[in-house]
């Protein structure tokens, strides 16, 4: 037999089992659906749980003055608006007590399920709402990337934090245009927090601080390579971006894998797609390899049939066709409840988690309600792109196919069985069921309106008016059904939209104000002028008009003309004094008695073109323009340019002081604490004067200008960690510089100093105090946070 047959018998066979097990599932569902048993049962349940959920209204309250609730899409308010109500307990207990049932498929009833969901919940309610009153309601740190690095240090795990946030920004550069690069984003963050979820839950009071730092390592690494499948199989297979003979290759690849063990090689393909495909198969097969690498030898063969079966169902379901009238309702169905539970499943098999005792039971029941859920959510989207699932076909067919089981009758069937059955009628987890799923309804009919949600129901409950009528009630009527877990997802959605925008103004701007800049800095040559003027201006020309990235100007620009609503024009004189000021420490800096540089701005150096002397000559120039330029400060306050004009003195003194700092440190190792002072001297002073000199023209107040200050500090300070790294790393033509010139001059650097991981390290946690620092200030500079990231993530 030939050994594609022999895979692919092997893997029909690991697939009837599992469809064995799901059929008599269904069947047992099928049988309770059309016995209607979960009408009367759920009624009763509903009817109970209405008793927490559906109020009466006093008139009185018509004339008290009690707070309004919150908008449940403004997160911070509604954080503190729960709070200040009494609400966030409960609301915090509901939801945590849902994701240890549906991730993590503990027993609420379970004693010690039950203390440890409380303990999370305080932790989770320390940490949304700080004791500290002047920042309350701010947005927790930990769903930003400052505030994943600081737990990551409190954790010891800084190095992986650094590798993971590398990873997510490749992966999102590598997001065809054709799919929801946000929705790609935000599912491979789920799974990676889902993962290290499981293993936190694994681990107790007697694990030690050693075996904790590396098992979360090991979770992050985990949930990465085991996330990665959702954007770069499932995702990519449902898209569009690919040929029908790229999937049927690319499918075939993925089978092989998993029932060999092996990832086959990238050989010939058959489409136009290869270079996202080189991409995705070098990160899936070093990911394949490290989660294959962590498994047990009796586990193994497991978690590759686990995985088989999760996507062999995948795949059954994606090649479905709506036009398809014939598909049976097992055929619909039994897909789903394989993947929905053994996705689940495969998370326990891949972090090697200890048996649990009613896990795999629970999981697999468990599944499809979570699945049913999902596509009903998703119903419009599937309808608009075509895709078979219960929901979309008994929209298309119920008028002709009257065998077709009703979704939502299943959907209401599984919660029944589920909270009766699987629960042992658990009050604790008839309340968090309920909870969701009468605010899944809610959400439902608040996303498509009240009109369409109607007739949708009149679609689907038309068969149980009384039941449907119950349901419809709690939907107008109950509140605290709303859950934390989709109040973050929904805020990652919004924030990761926002920061696309942000990035994309960010760039444009960069790109629009470094033109203008550019456009301003050409020294004229009157006519008339004496020659050895001439050659002094050509000189200051052929430096200031080489490849810079205007950094500095750049940001007095924004912080002046966007922050403060200073009029461009107005500040123009400020701008070329900064270029001016920071050319002529550029030309300094590269002379031979200093750093002996051969190349600025992808050029040869000043002192090369011409000589030192000329060189010296010129920066000196530079600096007297840049006076002349400051001076010419007309439209604002006199005392203002006066104090602008002491201030820029004094940090060009400070500037010169470092350059000293750095020259006599050549060939002598400096302290961290040395080479930080030296290097905000020569660096961060720079982007000081840059968002200061703005704010004085604007005269905010003093508390603006330290917090400006402070940012400048570590922003300044990052920027130079990462020179130190790029001059170890990076390639001299991108740099428009030679590289390793730090080595050759025997400079103290941090990379010297450190090492380059522990320097990546240190300029992390400046990245972090920056981002802390602009909190302080009273107003959103969104740029400033851009900023940051293109200091720590740029390539010259």
Same mark, same amino acid.
Request: hydrophobic fraction near 40%; charge should be negative.
């Given at each position: 037999?030939?050994?594609?047959?022999?895979?692919?018998?092997?893997?029909?066979?690991?697939?009837?089992?599992?469809? !064995?097990?799901?059929?008599?599932?269904?069947?047992?569902?099928?049988?309770?659906?059309?016995?209607?048993?979960?009408?009367?049962?759920?009624?009763?349940?509903?009817?109970?749980?209405?008793?927490?959920?559906?109020?009466?209204?006093?008139?009185?309250?018509?004339?008290?003055?009690?707070?309004?609730? +919150?908008?449940?899409?403004?997160?911070?308010?509604?954080?503190?608006?729960?709070?200040?109500?009494?609400?966030?307990?409960?609301?915090?207990?509901?939801?945590?007590?849902?994701?240890?049932?549906?991730?993590?498929?503990?027993?609420?009833?379970?004693?010690?399920?039950?203390?440890?969901?409380?303990?999370?919940?305080?932790?989770?309610?320390?940490?949304?709402?700080?004791?500290?009153?002047?920042?309350?309601?701010?947005?927790?740190?930990?769903?930003?990337?400052?505030?994943?690095?600081?737990?990551?240090?409190?954790?010891?795990?800084?190095?992986?934090?650094?590798?993971?946030?590398?990873?997510?920004?490749?992966?999102?550069?590598?997001?065809?245009?054709?799919?929801?690069?946000?929705?790609?984003?935000?599912?491979?963050?789920?799974?990676?927090?889902?993962?290290?979820?499981?293993?936190?839950?694994?681990?107790?009071?007697?694990?030690?601080?050693?075996?904790?730092?590396?098992?979360?390592?090991?979770?992050?690494?985990?949930?990465?390579? /085991?996330?990665?499948?959702?954007?770069?199989?499932?995702?990519?297979?449902?898209?569009?971006?690919?040929?029908?003979?790229?999937?049927?290759?690319?499918?075939?690849?993925?089978?092989? +894998?998993?029932?060999?063990?092996?990832?086959?090689?990238?050989?010939?393909?058959?489409?136009?797609?290869?270079?996202?495909?080189?991409?995705?198969?070098?990160?899936?097969?070093?990911?394949?390899?490290?989660?294959?690498?962590?498994?047990?030898?009796?586990?193994?063969?497991?978690?590759?049939?686990?995985?088989?079966?999760?996507?062999?169902?995948?795949?059954?379901?994606?090649?479905? %066709?709506?036009?398809?009238?014939? /598909?049976?309702?097992?055929?619909?169905?039994?897909?789903?409840?394989?993947?929905?539970?053994?996705?689940?499943?495969?998370?326990?098999?891949?972090?090697?988690?200890?048996?649990?005792?009613?896990?795999?039971?629970?999981?697999?029941?468990?599944?499809? /309600?979570?699945?049913?859920?999902?596509?009903?959510?998703?119903?419009?989207?599937?309808?608009?792109?075509?895709?078979?699932?219960?929901?979309?076909?008994?929209?298309?067919?119920?008028?002709?196919?009257?065998?077709?089981?009703?979704?939502?009758?299943?959907?209401?069937?599984?919660?029944?069985?589920?909270?009766?059955?699987?629960?042992?009628?658990?009050?604790?987890?008839?309340?968090?069921?309920?909870?969701?799923?009468?605010?899944? !309804?809610?959400? &439902?009919?608040?996303?498509?309106?009240?009109?369409?949600?109607?007739?949708?129901?009149?679609?689907?409950?038309?068969?149980?008016?009384?039941?449907?009528?119950?349901?419809?009630?709690?939907?107008?009527? +109950?509140?605290?059904?709303?859950?934390?877990?989709?109040?973050?997802?929904?805020?990652?959605?919004?924030?990761?939209?926002?920061?696309?925008?942000?990035?994309?103004?960010?760039?444009?701007?960069?790109?629009?104000?470094?033109?203008?800049?550019?456009?301003?800095?050409?020294?004229?040559?009157?006519?008339?002028?004496?020659?050895?003027? %001439?050659?002094?201006?050509?000189?200051?020309?052929?430096?200031?008009?080489?490849?810079?990235?205007?950094?500095?100007?750049?940001?007095?620009?924004?912080?002046?003309? %966007?922050?403060?609503?200073? $009029?461009?024009?107005?500040?123009?004189?400020?701008?070329?004094?900064?270029?001016?000021?920071?050319?002529?420490?550029?030309?300094?800096?590269?002379?031979?008695?200093?750093?002996?540089?051969?190349?600025?701005?992808?050029?040869?150096? =000043?002192?090369?073109?011409?000589?030192?002397?000329?060189?010296?000559?010129?920066?000196?120039?530079?600096?007297?323009?840049?006076?002349?330029?400051?001076?010419?400060?007309?439209?604002?306050?006199?005392?203002?340019?006066?104090?602008?004009?002491?201030?820029?003195?004094?940090?060009?003194?400070?500037? &010169?002081?470092?350059?000293?700092?750095?020259?006599?440190?050549?060939?002598?190792? =400096?302290?961290?604490?040395?080479?930080?002072?030296? &290097?905000?001297?020569?660096?961060?002073?720079?982007?000081?004067?840059?968002?200061?000199?703005?704010?004085?023209?604007?005269?905010?107040?003093?508390?603006?200008?330290?917090?400006?200050?402070?940012?400048?500090?570590?922003?300044?300070?990052?920027?130079?960690?990462?020179?130190?790294? !790029?001059?170890?790393?990076?390639?001299? $033509?991108?740099?428009?510089?030679?590289?390793?010139?730090?080595?050759?001059?025997?400079?103290?650097?941090?990379?010297?100093?450190?090492?380059?991981?522990?320097?990546?390290?240190?300029?992390?946690?400046?990245? &972090?105090?920056?981002?802390?620092?602009?909190?302080?200030?009273?107003?959103?500079?969104?740029?400033?946070?851009?900023?940051?990231?293109?200091?720590?993530?740029?390539?010259?």
């Amino acid at each position: 037999m030939h050994m594609n047959e022999k895979i692919t018998d092997q893997g029909e066979t690991v697939y009837r089992v599992a469809e !064995l097990k799901a059929a008599q599932y269904f069947a047992s569902l099928n049988i309770q659906v059309m016995d209607k048993t979960y009408i009367p049962a759920l009624t009763k349940d509903i009817l109970l749980w209405k008793r927490n959920h559906v109020h009466k209204i006093s008139w009185l309250s018509f004339f008290s003055r009690g707070k309004k609730s +919150a908008d449940s899409r403004d997160y911070d308010k509604y954080i503190a608006w729960l709070n200040d109500n009494g609400k966030l307990d409960d609301y915090l207990d509901r939801s945590i007590s849902y994701i240890y049932m549906r991730d993590l498929g503990k027993a609420l009833d379970d004693p010690r399920t039950k203390a440890r969901i409380q303990r999370v919940v305080t932790d989770t309610k320390n940490h949304l709402v700080p004791s500290d009153a002047t920042v309350r309601g701010s947005r927790p740190e930990s769903i930003s990337v400052a505030g994943f690095f600081r737990w990551a240090q409190k954790e010891g795990i800084e190095t992986t934090a650094i590798w993971l946030i590398e990873k997510l920004k490749n992966v999102a550069t590598h997001i065809p245009k054709e799919m929801d690069a946000d929705q790609a984003e935000r599912k491979l963050i789920k799974i990676i927090v889902g993962v290290v979820l499981h293993v936190v839950e694994d681990m107790d009071e007697n694990t030690t601080s050693a075996e904790r730092t590396r098992r979360l390592d090991e979770a992050i690494r985990i949930g990465y390579s /085991y996330g990665l499948t959702y954007p770069f199989i499932d995702d990519l297979l449902d898209s569009k971006v690919l040929t029908a003979p790229e999937k049927e290759q690319y499918s075939s690849m993925i089978r092989t +894998a998993l029932l060999t063990g092996g990832v086959p090689e990238l050989n010939e393909w058959p489409g136009m797609n290869m270079e996202i495909i080189q991409y995705v198969h070098a990160e899936l097969t070093n990911a394949f390899e490290y989660i294959k690498s962590l498994q047990k030898p009796e586990t193994e063969t497991t978690f590759f049939e686990q995985s088989y079966v999760f996507f062999h169902s995948q795949d059954i379901d994606r090649n479905k %066709e709506i036009n398809n009238t014939e /598909y049976s309702n097992e055929e619909l169905y039994i897909p789903i409840i394989i993947k929905s539970s053994s996705s689940r499943l495969i998370v326990r098999s891949v972090i090697g988690a200890q048996a649990d005792e009613g896990f795999d039971e629970r999981t697999f029941y468990y599944g499809i /309600y979570n699945q049913l859920a999902d596509d009903f959510a998703d119903m419009f989207d599937d309808m608009k792109d075509g895709a078979v699932t219960p929901y979309t076909y008994y929209l298309k067919y119920r008028h002709e196919r009257s065998d077709l089981i009703n979704p939502y009758e299943l959907y209401w069937t599984v919660i029944c069985h589920l909270i009766h059955n699987v629960y042992h009628s658990d009050s604790k987890t008839l309340e968090v069921i309920l909870d969701r799923a009468i605010n899944g !309804l809610k959400r &439902c009919k608040a996303r498509i309106g009240t009109e369409k949600y109607n007739e949708i129901m009149g679609i689907f409950a038309s068969g149980n008016p009384e039941f449907n009528q119950l349901v419809q009630q709690m939907v107008r009527k +109950a509140d605290q059904v709303d859950f934390f877990d989709k109040l973050l997802r929904d805020q990652i959605n919004t924030d990761l939209k926002n920061n696309r925008k942000e990035k994309e103004d960010f760039q444009r701007t960069v790109h629009t104000v470094r033109d203008q800049i550019n456009e301003l800095l050409k020294i004229p040559r009157p006519d008339g002028i004496p020659p050895m003027k %001439e050659s002094l201006i050509e000189a200051a020309n052929y430096s200031l008009t080489g490849d810079g990235k205007r950094i500095r100007p750049i940001l007095t620009w924004v912080l002046g003309v %966007e922050v403060y609503g200073l $009029q461009p024009a107005a500040i123009e004189p400020l701008l070329r004094s900064l270029e001016f000021m920071h050319t002529a420490s550029l030309i300094f800096d590269d002379l031979p008695s200093q750093d002996n540089a051969s190349t600025r701005r992808g050029r040869p150096t =000043l002192h090369q073109v011409h000589n030192s002397a000329t060189a010296e000559l010129t920066g000196l120039y530079l600096i007297q323009k840049a006076i002349q330029e400051q001076a010419s400060l007309k439209a604002f306050n006199p005392e203002t340019v006066l104090a602008l004009m002491r201030y820029s003195a004094e940090k060009a003194e400070d500037m &010169c002081m470092g350059q000293v700092m750095d020259l006599q440190s050549k060939g002598i190792p =400096l302290t961290l604490e040395q080479l930080n002072m030296m &290097c905000f001297y020569k660096t961060g002073l720079a982007f000081e004067a840059s968002l200061v000199m703005p704010a004085i023209l604007a005269e905010v107040q003093p508390a603006e200008i330290t917090a400006l200050k402070t940012f400048a500090y570590h922003a300044g300070i990052a920027f130079q960690i990462k020179d130190d790294l !790029l001059d170890l790393e990076g390639d001299h $033509q991108l740099l428009g510089k030679n590289t390793r010139m730090d080595v050759e001059n025997n400079n103290s650097t941090f990379v010297s100093i450190l090492g380059p991981e522990a320097a990546r390290i240190e300029m992390w946690d400046h990245y &972090c105090h920056a981002v802390e620092a602009l909190g302080a200030i009273p107003r959103k500079i969104t740029f400033l946070k851009h900023l940051l990231d293109y200091i720590i993530s740029r390539n010259r």
